[in-house]
């Protein structure tokens, strides 16, 4: 599944400090990269409906569609029974959370109808009647047959077994149906039968269901309302992945229980519906009111879990290719196929197929791919096998994203969901306690490929942007959780869904690249190949994986390992947080310890008892040296060692494959330090990243000191890689540092120290921007890193970049149909600078703007821009606009918390608070008061601010409410105070250095 928010590239842009007024437009950036690149969370979802059996005359979901069979499924089972709760049952295999081994799905006959018409387009939901014919093994002696089913009224269940080979169903006799119950709590629906299934015999489960599907739910099956070619539309889809599949039909919805499938799809004639296999046939059925529908039939599936069944009903068109004998089908609104937005991902998607199955010397084993690009899908991409979906904001490229990064993101997400064939689809883990196998790989894999087609990008700095950077913020020894679980205890839909989240996707991809790295490229990849071969078309746990790769070290002699690939990969994969590495150059001593936030004394001794099996590549004076290992606590490495006199210096962790932070003892600091100053170029640019953000992370932790960190500044101004300067402002122009731009002590020492070193990386991008903006396009680390480079610069006061923001903005006040005058990567920058260097001429031509577009990534832009003015009447008037103006107005953001950003806004929305307090929380809700209360907040540093504080909201608040808001004002003053002191010692350190 496609990766989830947050997981792009790897600094927030909400974290600036730009002009806090700036600070509101960069978390527009986040909002929107959130719904654009990364990695598109799961949302929660209302809860289901009851369960329930119902007659189909009396099923309020079938209307006047064909009614379902009413028999009885066998003696005894009358429906007004059916409806006793679970907890009136005795416990039995029910209450567990986990199907019983006594049966094993072979093959599922489907049949679903969706009532879908396309002249019924008021409707938020629509019914299906569905029908499913399951073929099963029995392993146990059993009279209790348990499936998974969620929300689906059923109306016929029957037994037919024992089943002869080759003999048909008519030969097959019918088991006694007692009674058909529903475990609410577990998902389940039971069937008691009067006499056993025998073990080593095949039966076949019918049973006939319907169900109601909504527009706001997006699993199961879910619509898609949207407009193409000027009307109102409206598509059906499916996201059976986890554990959906039991909303669309009964099934053994676990991902071990894979078999095949034969999928119907009955539908109105003028759509048509797609399946994961090839269309097999089409016939006519005439419904019970004569109108006609089409009944679509789809080739039988590989097996595989339910979890990848997938299916679409829509009125679309596409692009289509053939790749090596296979047809790919890029299918998306109409609109969108006539101005060739799908063709780029239409371009790419063949290529990428070939490159794995060359690589793996394993072909994609269906005939066909068909990619949906949908208005709307909450899990961002999702990789079912033949039958992709994405949001199309994910796959459609269009003519005005040249100089976007979005061309780079569609690469990276299609080259995801494409490495999934392979990892997820053709082997799949056991139990979604090792989902890392399915997202880990995928991630892995999807810049190795990016890479491949283009060789010019550099891969080390964007696997470290894109996965390693956003993970290491987020892991470590007290709040974090293992790639993999070693007991199965993740068995809820929720928990399940959980995680789906930065450490099965980044930590996975990071652990694959790691093991690489300490073997080699060829031997990974042929450990892999044995791996999947082995197991296709069935499933895994993680042993399975280290087996493989044993038995790939066990086949050569070059490469020794201190232990097991189990042994190693184990200490990473089941324990939590990430280590430490430190080096003493004097001693050549490296030991490991913990990463904690804000760092004790002996806390390592009382929290965390593991160690990890660590590999070291390194390097010394820019000469790559052998692996070694760190297998213990402490080391000693008498290569690494170095005096004080002579030139030498070390830096562990080559191209940043390990998952580790490493810090140096002061004579390592030092070297480095002075080796930066005399010839930057000589230490490679990933590890100029790495200095920079382990030094400032090792620092912030009291690992090390501030001073440390900020040596290694010096040079910058020799530093012309825009990469490197990106990872500079994020950690020195934090919000830790400066909570508002008021900070009159810092900020000019500041401002004189960067200033200095900044004139070149200035000088080489202000020129691309008014000379050849066009060359830009395909530097995806340039587009990522151009809005921190110039939104600092004015923060600054670079008076040229001020010029150019004026330039820029005046441009297109002259020519406002042309919205691309502002180049995209730097047009937040240049509307707030526009709004804060103007009146209320550029304000109102802004508002203007907004009023006038319906794009939805736009408004956020512009509303965020608006807050930027400096003027306090213009300010009052915008907040005025918002909670009085038209529900649809202004609904993108909080004006108010957009205006208390800044400094000068902080105190102006303070004051209208106070005057307005009931409007804003009918405009808003009540929690955002409490959110407004800690923006205006947070710079307190005093009991008596917090005193203000509490009297200026004593009569907005409950009283619950004012307890919370309490003690997150004591936090964020003690917060502050730990800033204060920091702040000071960089004061400090400026007055020395400037």
């Known amino acids: 599944m496609g990766r989830r928010a947050g997981s792009g590239f790897y600094v927030s842009r909400a974290g600036t400090v730009l002009l806090a007024v700036l600070a509101a437009a960069l978390l527009l950036a986040l909002a929107v990269l959130a719904a654009l690149f990364g990695r598109c969370a799961r949302v929660p979802q209302p809860e289901h409906r009851g369960f329930g059996i119902a007659n189909a005359s009396s099923s309020p979901t079938l209307g006047r569609e064909e009614p379902l069979p009413t028999q009885k499924p066998g003696p005894g089972w009358e429906p007004a029974a059916t409806t006793a709760s679970q907890d009136r049952r005795p416990p039995g295999p029910w209450d567990q959370l986990r199907l019983p081994r006594w049966l094993v799905p072979l093959h599922y006959d489907l049949e679903l109808w969706p009532r879908l018409r396309p002249h019924e387009l008021s409707a938020r939901s629509l019914s299906f009647t569905g029908r499913v014919n399951i073929t099963v093994r029995c392993v146990a002696a059993t009279r209790r047959l348990l499936l998974h089913s969620l929300s689906l009224d059923h109306a016929l269940a029957e037994v037919l077994g024992p089943l002869s080979p080759g003999a048909g169903d008519a030969a097959a006799g019918r088991l006694p149906v007692d009674d058909v119950w529903f475990a609410t709590d577990t998902q389940y629906v039971v069937l008691e039968l009067g006499e056993a299934l025998q073990p080593g015999s095949r039966y076949e489960l019918r049973l006939s269901f319907s169900r109601r599907v909504f527009q706001e739910v997006k699993e199961g099956l879910f619509l898609n309302v949207y407009t193409d070619q000027g009307e109102r539309r409206v598509l059906l889809a499916s996201q059976m992945q986890p554990t959906f599949a039991r909303n669309v039909f009964p099934c053994f919805d676990e991902p071990a229980l894979k078999a095949t499938f034969n999928i119907t799809v009955i539908h109105h004639p003028s759509y048509v519906a797609l399946s994961n296999m090839p269309q097999l046939g089409q016939s006519v059925k005439e419904d019970v009111d004569g109108s006609k529908w089409t009944v679509t ?11 990848l069944v997938a299916l679409a009903v829509c009125d679309y068109d596409y692009v289509s290719r053939t790749e090596r004998g296979k047809e790919i089908r890029i299918w998306a609104r109409k609109d969108a196929i006539a101005n060739g937005n799908a063709d780029f991902a239409l371009n790419i998607t063949g290529p990428i197929f070939s490159f794995l199955e060359d690589l793996f010397n394993i072909s994609y084993p269906l005939p066909k791919t068909d990619i949906v690009a949908l208005p709307v899908f909450d899990n961002c991409a999702m990789e079912n096998w033949g039958l992709l979906m994405f949001d199309e904001s994910f796959l459609l490229l269009r003519p005005s994203d040249q100089l976007t990064e979005k061309k780079t993101v569609i690469s990276y997400i299609v080259s995801h969901e494409i490495g999934h064939q392979w990892f997820g689809n053709l082997v799949t883990m056991n139990w979604w306690n090792n989902i890392w196998l399915n997202e880990g790989f995928a991630s892995y894999f999807e810049l190795g490929i990016i890479n491949y087609f283009n060789p010019k990008l550099p891969r080390n700095e964007i696997f470290y942007s894109h996965f390693l950077h956003d993970i290491l913020k987020e892991d470590h020894a007290l709040v974090s959780r293992a790639v993999s679980k070693r007991v199965e205890n993740f068995t809820e839909t929720s928990e399940i869904n959980e995680l789906f989240d930065l450490f099965t996707y980044n930590k996975g991809a990071s652990m694959a690249r790691m093991l690489s790295s300490f073997l ?96 070291i590549l390194w390097i010394k004076n820019g000469a790559v040296q052998s692996l070694v290992w760190l297998d213990k606590s402490s080391k000693v490495f008498p ?8 030139h030498d210096w070390v830096i562990l962790n080559l191209n940043m494959t390990g998952y580790y932070i490493v810090n140096y003892d002061k004579l390592g600091w030092k070297k480095l330090s002075q080796q930066l100053e005399k010839d930057s170029k000589a230490i490679p640019v990933i590890h100029r990243l790495q200095l920079i953000n382990d030094a400032f992370s090792l620092s912030k932790n009291n690992y090390i000191e501030i001073e440390t960190a900020l040596d290694l500044t010096k040079y910058l101004a020799e530093e012309d890689e825009i990469i490197v300067w990106h990872a500079v402002f994020i950690n020195l122009l934090s919000l830790d540092l400066f909570p508002n731009e008021n900070n009159y ?35 995806y680390i340039a587009i990522k890193s151009l809005e921190r480079l110039f939104g600092t610069a004015c923060w600054l006061g670079l008076e040229d970049c001020l010029q150019l923001s004026r330039e820029l903005f005046r441009k297109w006040m002259n020519h406002p149909e042309n919205k691309y005058e502002i180049p995209y990567p730097i047009k937040n920058v240049i509307l707030c600078y526009g709004i804060a260097l103007g009146n209320d001429k550029e304000w109102d031509f802004l508002l203007n703007i907004y009023i006038n577009t319906t794009e939805e990534e736009e408004r956020f832009q512009l509303a965020y821009a608006m807050g930027c ?35 000068v806004g902080r105190y102006i929305a303070k004051d209208f608070l106070v005057n307005n307090w009931q409007a804003v929380r009918e405009r808003y809700g009540k929690e955002s008061l409490v959110m407004l209360i800690y923006v205006i907040g947070r710079t307190i540093r005093t009991d008596l601010q917090i005193m203000e504080l509490q009297q200026f909201f004593s009569n907005m608040l409950e009283e619950h409410q004012r307890i919370t808001v309490l003690a997150k004002l004591q936090t964020i003053k003690n917060e502050n105070l730990k800033k204060k002191a920091r702040s000071a010692r960089i004061a400090e350190w400026l007055r020395k250095n400037t």
């Not at 001593?589 to 002996?602: A, H, I, R, S």
Request: hydrophobic share 40%; charged share 20%; no cysteine.
């Open 745 to 779: 002590d810092l900020y000019p020492l500041l401002k004189k120290y960067l200033l200095k070193r900044f004139s070149s990386i200035w000088t080489i991008y202000s020129t691309i921007i008014r000379e050849n903006v066009a060359a830009l396009q395909d530097d």
């Open 639 to 646: 290569e690494m060692q170095v005096s004080e006199s002579d």
């Open 520 to 615: 080699n490229e060829p031997l990974f990849i042929s450990a892999l190949k044995s791996y999947l071969r082995t197991f296709s078309y069935s499933n895994v746990e993680q042993d399975d994986l280290w087996r493989h790769f044993q038995m790939a070290i066990d086949d050569q002699s070059e490469i020794l390992l201190p232990a097991t690939v189990k042994s190693i990969m184990d200490s990473w994969t089941h324990q939590g947080g990430f280590p430490v590495i430190t080096l003493n150059m004097s001693a050549g001593v490296v030991k490991q310890e913990p990463f904690y936030l804000e760092k004790e004394e002996n806390q390592t001794l009382l929290t965390h008892n593991g160690t990890w099996i660590v590999p």
């Open 297 to 307: 039939a789809f080739h039988t599936t590989p097996h595989m879990p339910t979890y």
């Open 869 to 903: 003015s400096k003027d306090p009447w213009i300010l009052n008037r915008y907040m005025e606009y918002a909670i009085a103006a038209s529900p649809f107005m202004f609904n993108e953001t909080n004006v108010l918390e957009t205006v208390a950003a800044s400094e």
